[in-house]
């Protein structure tokens, strides 16, 4: 029997030995509260049969009650691993043994690889980004001035904290509520204390989502990166005014699941070269398949599969 297109988590705690029962045996899925919207499991199946390995991949709809017992049938389960989405990755933070530096600093884990009974934490989101960013527009992030659009949320967090790693040129921080931005402008200002290269003003600093203040920051930078929630639905109100958006910008949208969203269309329109998120879901999750099995994850399948699947 093959595995469904989702289980609950209840069902995998009542049941831990219920995953070896399909063909292939379930091995690894992903966790949510929802999600239905998920598309690892068509990427990551299809890595899977890519490079020959006996194992399935399925969406695990967890409440958040649920979600750390679900965490520890795991290695009964006989799971090689797991990702994390909303709105566990916080969650998955706390209940795993150990995780490394990035996810630590980023505060949530979207990536498990089960060693034994425990539970590894890892975060795949910004180095994900990363990886799609030299794709996309071949240039590395570490070289940009950038401006990051929902800095407030787990994402932007995630991304903020990848941009101070990596030594960006500079980096705004822009959020609805300015003192989250503020704050993590604060948490990460150490790491921007070397002299920059080019022009003058702070390394790092944190606006509002205000039109007048975002004008000002992008007239000075290379990208602007939405990890907001708006442009999820078509109904949403514009993340950017569309005047504010010039040729010579790049446009980076975390968002993927509605098609061309309206940032990109304004971005397109402006002349400004753009991306949806759908490469940064691809890279992370080829960063999580390497996390777990240790080997090159086989990006051309997982491409072809994604660009393929609705
Ligand atoms: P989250 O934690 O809920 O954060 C949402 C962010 O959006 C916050 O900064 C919030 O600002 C802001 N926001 C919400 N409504 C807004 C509005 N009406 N106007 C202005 N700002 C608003 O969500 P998340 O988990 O970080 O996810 C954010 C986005 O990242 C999602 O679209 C998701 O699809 C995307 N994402 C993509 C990938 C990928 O692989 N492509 C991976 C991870 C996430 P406040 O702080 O003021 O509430």
């Not at 022009?199 to 920051?217: D, F, H, V, W």
């Amino acid at each position: 029997m093959q595995v469904p297109e989702t289980i609950s988590a209840g069902e995998l705690i009542a049941n831990p030995g219920m995953a070896a029962s399909f063909d292939p045996p379930l091995r690894l899925g992903v966790f949510g509260d929802p999600v239905a919207h998920s598309r690892s499991p068509v990427f990551q199946n299809a890595a899977l049969r890519a490079c020959g390995m006996h194992a399935s991949y399925t969406r695990i709809h967890a409440h958040a009650s649920d979600f750390p017992k679900a965490l520890r049938a795991l290695p009964q389960a006989g799971f090689i691993g797991a990702n994390v989405t909303i709105p566990h990755k916080g969650a998955a933070l706390e209940a795993v043994d150990w995780a490394d530096d990035y996810a630590r600093a980023a505060g949530s884990v979207n990536t498990i690889l089960v060693e034994g009974e425990k539970l590894l934490g890892f975060n795949t989101d910004g180095p994900g980004l990363v990886r799609a960013v030299r794709e996309e527009f071949s240039v590395d992030l570490r070289d940009l001035r950038v401006v990051l659009l929902g800095a407030g949320g787990g994402a932007g967090r995630a991304i903020a904290v990848q941009c101070a790693l990596e030594g960006c040129e500079r980096l705004v921080l822009a959020n609805r509520t300015l003192e989250k931005a503020a704050r993590l402008a604060r948490e990460l200002a150490p790491r921007f204390l070397a002299e920059k290269i080019s022009g003058p003003g702070e390394r790092i600093a944190a606006i509002s989502m205000e039109a007048g203040a975002l004008k000002q920051e992008l007239a000075n930078a290379d990208i602007v990166i939405n990890a907001t929630s708006l442009g999820m639905k078509r109904s949403d109100p514009p993340v950017l005014p569309p005047a504010l958006i010039t040729p010579n910008l790049l446009v980076f949208d975390t968002v993927y699941s509605s098609g061309v969203s309206r940032l990109l269309e304004d971005a397109a329109a402006a002349g400004a070269r753009c991306a949806n998120g759908l490469s940064m879901l691809l890279h992370q999750g080829a960063l999580s398949f390497e996390t777990w099995f240790n080997q090159p994850a086989p990006l051309d399948a997982m491409r072809r599969t994604l660009a393929s699947t609705p």
